[in-house]
């Protein structure tokens, strides 16, 4: 995952200052893994360190770290004696105060900083290391804490995702896919009004009288959902969306429409093989066809895909 610097800036505008609260070590089990981390406020809290009583005596232990205005704190605690909690292991935690004034020094790609007095005055090797991987290669570091210096890379987005539509199942499919860390979500209907007023900060909505323009500017690497309104405007954005490029496209409808769509984009001059790259229908038909069932079928379509990639990349490394 990564230090979400979008998510840390949001919740500081909304709320002030705010203490993060990351695992940044572990021995044995435990109910999340180094790099978890969540934020916390006077009264609420996002992300989740797992746990139960864990993540609970962490957020009041972040609040009170809030009145007392102690910028740093680490702590370690044993799941099993200290807390009565079923995983045998224990975990480190560093929890820190960050408000807006401290965000200009977060905009990098790797965070590296001693999290307590006793480690070393400089970073190991190994941390030095993978920093210059990154900075030469690309290569992005898992976090890790080695000899009091903690090391987290940065998390951005890398799956742009495009929605064309704010109806019902667009609205359902926000709201189920907004909360995913790797989806940079743009939004896209005909008009203003056709958005929620709340629609999440960190996702882009794009109003545009004519949306089947704007497809020539999307990344071809995006994923694509259609579910438009209007099935002359479904099947614009399919015909722009082949003549653009995508990773991924997916278009609502039933097999009628989709059988219709595959003739008139076959008349467009798109070959079989091509027109078959579009996904119709989206998610898992036997969910149903309510909103919110096409919606958890489609997150679970884009996870496994997401999923199959990090498995690709693995076998590559």
Known sequence: ??????????????????VRVVIAAIRGSSPREVGAAMLVWDG????????????????????????????????????????????????????????????????????????????????????????????????????????????????RPDTPLWIWGAGH??????????????????????????????????????????????????????????LTYSHALDLALCHALLQRGFSFAGLIGSATKWARFRSRLADLGHRPDQIARITCPIGDPALGKHPQMIAVGVAAELLRMGATDELKKDRRA
């Not at 995952?1 to 705010?18: C, E, K, T, Y």
């Not at 007095?117 to 030469?136: E, H, N, V, W």
Request: aromatic letters at 4%; charged letters at 20%; hydrophobic letters at 35%.
């Open 169 to 226: 199942v667009g609205r359902a499919l926000v709201d189920v896919l907004a909360p995913l860390p790797d989806l940079d979500i743009t939004w896209v209907d005909t008009g203003p009004e056709r958005f929620p007023p709340d629609v999440p900060g960190h996702v882009t909505v794009l109003p545009a009288a004519d949306p089947a323009l704007l497809v020539s500017h999307c990344p071809e690497n995006a994923h694509h959902l259609v």
């Open 1 to 18: 995952m990564g230090f979400d610097l979008q998510d840390l800036s949001r919740q500081i505008a909304a709320h002030g200052p705010v």
């Open 44 to 155: 609420g809290q996002s992300g989740t360190i797992g746990g139960g009583t864990l993540e609970h005596e962490a957020a009041e232990a972040a609040r009170r770290q809030l009145q007392t205005g102690n910028r740093r704190l680490q702590t370690t605690r044993a799941l099993g004696p200290d807390l009565g909690q079923c995983c045998g292991g224990s975990v480190t935690l560093w929890s820190e105060i960050y408000s807006a004034g401290d965000l200009g020094d977060l905009d990098t790609d790797i965070i590296l900083r001693p999290l307590d007095r006793k480690g070393a005055d400089t970073p190991p090797l190994a941390l030095r290391r993978q920093m210059g991987l990154a900075r030469s290669q690309g290569q992005r570091p898992e976090p890790q804490l080695s000899d009091g210096w903690f090391l987290e890379p940065v998390h």
